[in-house]
């Protein structure tokens, strides 16, 4: 494997106590082949010695270790859909290890569908090529949105099938995540009364993520405090591109605030408030519309899983995480408006910011005009194109007051839709991976549409349109 000596592996995580994580190495598989490889996103990481060749496919389909990788799944707890499950951890995920990149920040090197763990519980360990392929298509997408995410290194076949609603061939994922820390983490050892595991986790989240809280006198509430506006910026964020996630877990919320465990999501083509994809969110619980409402709860359970470490005298912790967390809403109320007020051409700080973008998407709700497109049109001034309201003559007094509209790449003019993931998925299982690869450098420049993409900024047909997303992933 001489081209892996180049990658150093620097791996701070194996390196906490064993209560943290299982060693062990990816399972491997019985033929790997290239799906997609992100040579750009490669190099930004200073992975000079990988390429798409055998050496690097072997490491990333994981049957071989590549030199000082400490191959591991990282343990954790979670709420899924509300409901407590004191362990869960990388049932089908391993990290392989962690590289300094050019930015000089630190980042992991994980693979998904690698086979199974000690936290499998039951499941196979495998990924299939539809939510492989997914992932790295809207990863990459919001990536290319400026949106805080994990990224796509790497999409391989494995040769093998894996049984879900029907068997489809396998797929391993190559994700980088500025890190896999997740509230859950924090949950694992608060549940368990884990004092001194939960104050190291701490310790390790500031010194790797957020090393500027490193002199601070309560180190778990500054903590919670980034943590809490971290995640209203990340859901405004999301709001902002009608995204909706799908599975909010606690175990899916990054500590480093990137969006992670792209599972059932969708962007919405028509705008509908309470619009779910999911097939197995049967309440709605993670309605696009209720993210921001999530958001706080998870911020809460977070702070919950905290409070030992807050204050020795358990009133006053809970006084002072209230404090934070009872701030969320105001917090993901500024960090949307700035959104908000962007997608509408207005100068951030506007008093008429909150106002606007309500009437608009009420207007757009009742005329079920597709989201993406709508803010497309508002920015080219199609005004007969868009739902008519007091809003349009609202929003034109405020240009006009303003000395005009100012949009600052704060509306791709194509999102992944899922009609054309869906369709990008049908055509690799026949082994033709150009819809994919068509897709993938269409949304690299979501701001911009070459001629020949124009037809992927189109909702669906009636007969197109994909009403459910499934967590079979
Ligand atoms: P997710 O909904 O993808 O965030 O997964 C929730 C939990 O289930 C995590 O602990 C995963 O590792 C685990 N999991 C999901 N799919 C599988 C699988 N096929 N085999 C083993 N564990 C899985
Ligand atoms: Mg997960």
Same mark, same amino acid.
Do not use: C, K
């Given at each position: 494997m001489s081209n892996q000596n180049k990658i150093r592996f620097d791996n701070s995580y194996a390196r906490l106590p064993d209560a943290f994580h299982a060693k062990l190495s990816p399972e491997p598989v019985a033929e790997p082949s290239w799906l997609a490889w992100n040579g750009e996103l490669a190099r930004g990481l200073g992975l000079d010695g990988w390429g798409q060749d055998d050496a690097t496919l072997a490491v990333? /389909?994981?049957?071989?270790?590549?030199?000082? /990788?400490? !191959?591991?799944?990282?343990?954790?707890?979670g709420q899924q859909f509300g409901n407590w499950s004191p362990q869960l951890g990388d049932g089908r995920a391993h990290l392989l290890g962690e590289v300094i990149a050019n930015d000089g920040l630190r980042y992991d090197v994980q693979l998904k569908g690698s086979g199974p763990t000690p936290f499998s519980r039951g499941g196979d360990g495998r990924a299939w090529l539809g939510p492989v392929l997914r992932e790295y298509l809207v990863s990459e997408f919001m990536a290319a949105c400026g949106v805080p995410t994990t990224r796509a290194l790497a999409a391989i076949a494995t040769g093998e099938r894996v049984l879900r609603e029907a068997v489809f061939p396998g797929a391993v994922l190559t994700r980088?995540? $500025?890190s896999h820390l997740r509230v859950g983490t924090a949950q694992f050892f608060s549940i368990r009364k884990d004092t001194d595991n939960l104050r190291l986790l701490v310790d390790y989240t500031i010194g790797r993520l957020y090393p500027d809280l490193a002199e601070h006198a309560n180190k778990p509430l500054a903590l919670l405090e980034r943590v809490v506006d971290r995640q209203a910026g990340l859901i405004a964020k999301w709001m902002g591109l009608g995204f909706i996630h799908g599975v909010m877990n606690t175990d899916n919320v990054a500590l480093s605030g990137e969006t992670i465990d792209?599972?059932?999501c969708a962007f919405m083509d028509e705008f509908k408030n309470d619009k779910v994809f999911s097939s197995i969110d049967h309440g709605g619980r993670y309605?696009?519309?209720?993210? !921001?409402?999530?958001?706080h709860w998870n911020m809460v359970q977070f702070a919950q899983s905290l409070l030992p470490l807050i204050d020795d005298d358990e009133d006053r912790a809970v006084e002072l995480a209230q404090g934070v967390v009872n701030d969320f809403p105001k917090i993901y109320a500024r960090h949307h408006k700035t959104i908000a007020n962007a997608k509408l051409g207005l100068v951030v700080d506007r008093e008429e910011g909150p106002?606007? !973008?309500? &009437?608009?998407?009420?207007?757009?709700q009742t005329a079920g005009s597709d989201f993406t497109n709508s803010f497309v049109a508002l920015e080219e001034q199609r005004f007969d194109q868009l739902p008519a309201? &007091?809003?349009?003559? &609202?929003? $034109?007094d405020v240009w006009e007051r303003q000395g005009g509209p100012e949009f600052t790449r704060s509306n791709?003019?194509?999102?992944p839709r899922n009609h054309r993931i869906e369709e990008a998925i049908a055509a690799a299982l026949e082994g033709d991976m150009a819809p994919f690869e068509t897709l993938r450098l269409a949304l690299a420049d979501p701001f911009e549409v070459a001629p020949d993409h124009q037809h992927l900024t189109a909702p669906p047909a009636e007969n197109e349109a994909v009403l459910q997303t499934f967590c079979g992933t």
């Open positions: 990333l /389909s994981g049957n071989e270790i590549a030199e000082g /990788s400490e !191959p591991l799944a990282a343990a954790y707890a980088i995540a $500025r792209y599972g059932p309605a696009y519309g209720g993210q !921001p409402h999530v958001g106002q606007l !973008p309500a &009437d608009m998407l009420t207007a757009m309201g &007091d809003w349009q003559a &609202d929003l $034109r791709p003019q194509i999102i």
